[in-house]
């Protein structure tokens, strides 16, 4: 029997978010790429390029180029130089947040209203100025398929989320929003909706550590850690022909934190009965 053909063999997309070799968008390009991906990567400004360069070129990345979010003339750029040297586009990975330090501490109310509009354009409405730009150029065979990274601060309040959490909400709801638009031209869109994983961003947040911790204590699949390999493996799913007719979702990549109502039954235990 032959072996089965790799799931990305022939497709070209773009990867948004490599900060580093802990980011989950390179968790993500690898497996991409050990399934026969070629891919273009952008980076966050000269400095974070010395970082991005090599793992782009592990890969054979083609292009490596600049790319601030809250910046139209990079926007353009970007899409100039797809638009010129591919002309066509299979999928794309946005995997971009942020939020000042000082507002992913304390609580949600003090959030002043810099500080929100700037994590909101950073972290919801670049999914929105991407995918008006490159849905264009995704015209292959079999459509397109895009996805970005929420988490379940969007749903539910988690401890120094705050604002980021009210952005993933909005991002959420944009990709359903995306998902109705772009159908009609088969491009599908998906997020991704991970539990704590540790990176530069996940570390940001005021006591990431015992978030982490609390959510591997208290998940349905308890004490494992989430790896970007775990998220990668949903990026694999929703970008591939396995999920032809999946648009418009979110998927849990959270071990089943969320599927829990209340701490399982031998945390109850310690609990007494006494009103
Ligand atoms: P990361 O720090 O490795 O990646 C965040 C990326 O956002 C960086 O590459 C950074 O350059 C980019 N970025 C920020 N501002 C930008 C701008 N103005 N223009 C262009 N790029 C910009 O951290 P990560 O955890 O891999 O984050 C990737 C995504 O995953 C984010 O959307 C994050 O919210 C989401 N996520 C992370 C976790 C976690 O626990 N780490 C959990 C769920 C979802």
Not at 128 to 157: F, H, N, W
Not at 175 to 198: C, F, K, M, T, W
């Amino acid at each position: 029997m032959s072996p089965p053909s790799p799931l990305m063999a022939g497709r070209r997309g773009l990867v948004m978010g490599v900060a580093n070799d802990h980011s989950i968008a390179w968790g993500i390009a690898q497996l991409l790429a050990s399934h026969g991906a070629e891919m273009a990567f952008t980076y966050q400004g000269d400095a974070l390029l010395r970082r991005v360069k090599p793992l782009a070129e592990s890969l054979n990345a083609p292009l490596i180029l600049p790319c601030d979010v809250t910046n139209d003339n990079d926007l353009d750029q970007l899409l100039s130089t797809l638009e010129r040297e591919w002309q066509t586009l299979d999928f794309v990975v946005h995997a971009i947040a942020w939020s000042g330090k000082d507002q992913l501490q304390g609580a949600y109310i003090n959030t002043d209203r810099d500080s929100f509009l700037k994590t909101m354009d950073i972290s919801c409405y670049s999914l929105t100025a991407i995918a008006q730009r490159i849905a264009p150029l995704m015209t292959g065979e079999t459509g397109g398929g895009i996805i970005t990274l929420s988490y379940g601060g969007s749903e539910r309040v988690m401890p120094s989320y705050n604002v980021m959490g009210v952005a993933k909400a909005a991002l959420e709801s944009s990709v359903r929003y995306l998902a109705a638009d772009l159908g009609p031209q088969g491009v599908r869109i998906n997020a991704i909706s991970a539990g704590p994983v540790r990176t530069l961003s996940g570390a940001a947040v005021a006591g990431a550590r015992r978030v982490a911790k609390w959510s591997q204590r208290h998940a349905a699949l308890p004490d494992v850690t989430i790896e970007p390999d775990h998220v990668a493996g949903a990026a694999l799913y929703l970008l591939s022909d396995l999920s032809t007719r999946v648009t418009g979702e979110v998927l849990y990549v959270d071990a089943g934190y969320r599927t829990m109502g209340m701490p399982r039954g031998d945390s109850l235990a310690t609990l007494t009965d006494d009103a």
